[in-house]
């Protein structure tokens, strides 16, 4: 991928392999109340469907998060300042970082993070040709485990600054959530600015419509997870014999994808079988939502002041800048 042309680095593959994969799924399906990391959700097929959902009218988070960082490109770029190492974390389709990128003052390298290796490249590639200025260095890794960032040659960085838009650090726990946040911090270093996209509480069937669409773009995201199984894994799921489900869990305050079995059944994964009584259900992905002090005391525990918070108007999503300390 290293050309004279582009500024884009040869990408830096620490993909989590086949046996990680089995192992996980094995492991989670073997648990009292059978779960799959939201992880695994992200091959290709399944990023591209998460692309989808994007677009969708229910799915409120991108385009209000967007908004936010449009209305804020100019305040987020005063405080990153020019010439800064930019790390982002789940970069998926790569959109949100352009606007970023156009505010700021001439980027020092741009390091996209994310377990989904083929999206990864092509978003970097498209990135690369919009901005072909910009030294980019992609980074396929799971970044819940420790990764080191690559040194790009001939790059010096005045600052270093974390982006993680999505809300996606609301597929953790607040605990894995707090660790994460520690884990960044030892990552960028102490005086690094983070930009982290955060989900507000909110009417339920608001929520509750944002993973469960009309058009079942969500579902079959969500069920796209058995049919990997059976590709990668040799796993017998027959996919009409699951259908998708939106929960919101009031006690811990978080969406919940779960596939439910419609029967009775039996699949086998490679040598293993497993048993499903019907509407037992398989827990997928959850999106915790967060209240603005919330996550204000969470980013304190993983190791960051807060420095700045924009909402919407509607309340709907927030957007805040930390500094490590
Ligand atoms: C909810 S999507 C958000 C994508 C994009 N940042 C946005 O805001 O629209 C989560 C992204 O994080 C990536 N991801 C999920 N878990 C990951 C992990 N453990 N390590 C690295 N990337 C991960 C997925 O591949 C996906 O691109």
């Avoid at 946040?181 to 960028?188: E, K, P, Q, S």
Wanted: hydrophobic residues 40%; aromatic residues 8%.
């Amino acid at each position: 991928m290293t050309g004279s042309k582009t500024r884009l680095a040869e990408l830096q593959d620490h993909e989590p392999s086949l046996d990680e994969f089995r192992s996980g799924v094995i492991d989670g399906l073997s648990a009292p109340r059978k779960f799959i990391s939201s992880k695994f959700l992200y091959d290709a097929r399944g990023s591209r469907l998460f692309d989808d959902i994007c677009e969708l009218p229910e799915y409120y988070p991108t385009r209000t998060e967007t908004g936010i960082l449009e209305r804020h490109a100019s305040d987020i770029a005063r405080l990153l300042g020019p010439r800064t190492r930019l790390v982002e974390f789940g970069s998926g389709a790569g959109t949100k970082i352009r606007i970023l990128l156009d505010a700021l003052d001439r980027p020092a390298v741009y390091l996209p993070v994310d377990i989904s290796r083929d999206h990864l490249v092509a978003a970097s590639t498209d990135l690369a040709r919009t901005f072909p200025e910009l030294r980019i260095a992609p980074v396929c890794a799971d970044y819940t485990a420790p990764f080191a960032l690559p040194d790009v040659p001939g790059v010096a960085h005045e600052t270093t600054a974390g982006f993680f838009p999505g809300s996606t650090i609301g597929n953790f726990t607040k605990e894995e959530a707090a660790a994460f946040l520690a884990g960044t911090h030892d990552l960028l270093g102490s005086g690094a600015i983070m930009i982290v996209g955060i989900d507000l509480v909110k009417d339920i069937d608001v929520l509750r419509a944002a993973y469960d669409d009309a058009a079942g773009v969500t579902a079959a995201f969500n069920l796209n997870l058995l049919r990997r199984i059976n590709r990668e894994l040799g796993g017998t799921f027959d996919l009409s014999r699951f259908r998708h489900e939106a929960r919101w869990n009031d006690g811990l305050e978080r969406i919940e994808m779960h596939l439910v079995s419609l029967r009775d059944q039996d699949v086998a994964i490679g040598a293993q079988r497993f048993h499903f009584q019907e509407g037992e259900t398989i827990h997928t992905e959850s999106s915790h939502k967060y209240r603005l002090d919330g996550f204000r005391d969470l980013a304190a525990r993983g190791g960051y002041d807060p420095i700045e918070v924009w909402t919407d108007e509607k309340q709907f999503f927030s957007v805040h800048a930390l500094r490590a300390r």
